[in-house]
């Protein structure tokens, strides 16, 4: 079974940076794409960032291509939410995510959820 921890959420100001942490176990993850998402109070959950694990290859929602980097850690089996330039309308609870296969915005693709991190921006 998939088990997903996060970590490394909190409160920022405007501008500032976070790195999220995602300790993924339960089996080998070279042929799995692992995922970030958000939901903000009163939204749908939306994607942020993927990482195929193999490759490394990446995939940025629009809104924060340029200012959030996610990257893995092997030995670790350990995913990465670097944000910088953060924003009051970053400000939501984050998951991460993981499915066998290639990368994906679509969240009912993904099969494994952690349990989430908030990270609130103030202005």
């Known amino acids: 079974q998939v088990h997903l921890v996060e970590s490394g959420g909190g409160l920022v100001q405007a501008g500032g940076s976070l790195r999220l942490s995602c300790a993924a176990s339960?089996?080998?993850?070279?042929?799995?794409?692992m995922g970030w998402f958000r939901q903000a109070p009163g939204k749908e959950r939306e994607f942020v960032a993927a990482?195929?694990?193999?490759?490394?290859?990446?995939l940025y929602a629009d809104s924060v291509k340029g200012r959030f980097t996610i990257s893995r850690d092997n030995a670790k089996n350990t995913v990465y939410l670097q944000m910088s330039s953060l924003k009051p309308e970053d400000t939501a609870f984050y998951y991460c995510?993981?499915?066998?296969?290639?990368?994906?915005?679509?969240?009912?693709?993904?099969?494994?959820w952690g349990q989430g991190t908030q990270v609130t921006v103030t202005s």
């Open positions: 339960g089996r080998t993850f070279s042929s799995y794409t």
């Open positions: 990482i195929r694990w193999s490759s490394g290859n990446t």
């Open positions: 995510a993981a499915r066998e296969g290639l990368q994906t915005t679509t969240e009912r693709r993904y099969n494994y």
